[in-house]
């Protein structure tokens, strides 16, 4: 009887495993519902950025040029490391200063595994979409990617030991 039971669960481990390792190499990044970005011009100040930030809850604003393409990108990272970190004044301070020019942008239809290759190995942790002419239609975030893989292992999600505590992610703070 062991024989049998064992024989179902290693098949559905079998085809569970054969299902993640096809959406890790199949899924496209349009699968992680990616947030409307927040655009700026590079003129907008880094106190405009921030206030833009905390109200849709985003975590960085895509810099376009008059023609709406991408041509830059500034994060909380940067508040911290090129604004703060230089003592500089938020209210005055333009992002053309303290942005991250042409930063690397991808598509809807590049894969999953591609944004978690583009952050693991260059560290991003927000990478701008764009559409064929350039122009943003989208932001994905470290935050996507592991949603998107919790959904991948509900179950170990889901059935965490007692105590374990999940976040709640509606609640901000500083992580």
Known sequence: MAGEFEDEYSARLDDDLRATRGALLDDTIAVLTPAEPICLAETATVHEAIQSMLSRRQAGVLITDGG???TGIFTER????????KNLEARRTP???VMTRSPQALTARDRV???VHCMSVAGYRTIPLVD???RPIGVVTVNDVICWL???FPE???NLRPGDALKHPQ???AG
């Not at 940067?78 to 970190?85: N, S």
């Open 68 to 70: 709406g393409r991408l």
């Open 78 to 85: 940067d508040v911290l490391t090129r604004v703060v970190g």
């Open 95 to 97: 992002l053309s200063d």
């Open 113 to 115: 595994a591609y944004a």
């Open 132 to 134: 064929p002419d350039g």
């Open 150 to 152: 919790a959904a991948l």
């Open 156 to 158: 170990e999600v889901l």
């Open 171 to 173: 609640d901000v703070d």
